[in-house]
């Protein structure tokens, strides 16, 4: 059974500006954090900096670790699979149909479980 990731990993983005297939898009290793890998749906090019969207997929048992984000507030919408976030120091349980703010400035990290995790992360302004 294909999950709401999966849709979204071979999903479009399409509006009068354009229209661009995810499914053509590639997955980027994280430079930092091993076992994650993120997809760029739509970065500062293609907002005009404003704001970025982005698949991410932690492979079970590995960590985005605790890092800050200076310059953008980042959402986190869970779409497949479960494991928990430290949000400011705050405990929250990640499964699917979660949603978080993580604020600008603030000290985060995300675990994912045995199934892994898999986001759909948004920053704005835009991350790349």
């Known amino acids: 059974?294909?999950?709401?990731?999966?849709?979204?990993?071979?999903?479009?983005?399409?509006?009068?500006?354009?229209?661009?297939?995810?499914?053509?898009?590639?997955?980027?290793?994280?430079?930092?954090?091993?076992?994650?890998?993120?997809?760029h749906l739509l970065t500062a090019a293609d907002t005009d900096g404003k704001f970025s969207y982005h698949l991410v997929r932690i492979a079970p048992g590995m960590s985005i670790g605790e890092h800050i984000h200076a310059d953008q507030l980042e959402t986190h919408e869970v779409i497949a699979g479960g494991g928990v976030c430290i949000n400011e120091g705050m405990q929250i349980p990640y499964e699917c149909g979660t949603m978080t703010i993580l604020r600008q400035g603030t000290?985060?990290?995300v675990t994912a479980g045995s199934d892994g995790l898999y986001l759909f992360a948004k920053f704005i302004p835009a991350l790349c």
Do not use: Q
Not at 2 to 14: A, H, P, Q, S
Not at 18 to 35: Q, R, V, Y
């Open 1 to 39: 059974m294909r999950t709401l990731f999966d849709k979204f990993d071979e999903g479009r983005y399409i509006s009068p500006c354009g229209d661009k297939a995810f499914a053509d898009l590639a997955w980027n290793a994280h430079p930092t954090f091993e076992g994650v890998e993120l997809k």
């Open 107 to 109: 000290p985060h990290s």
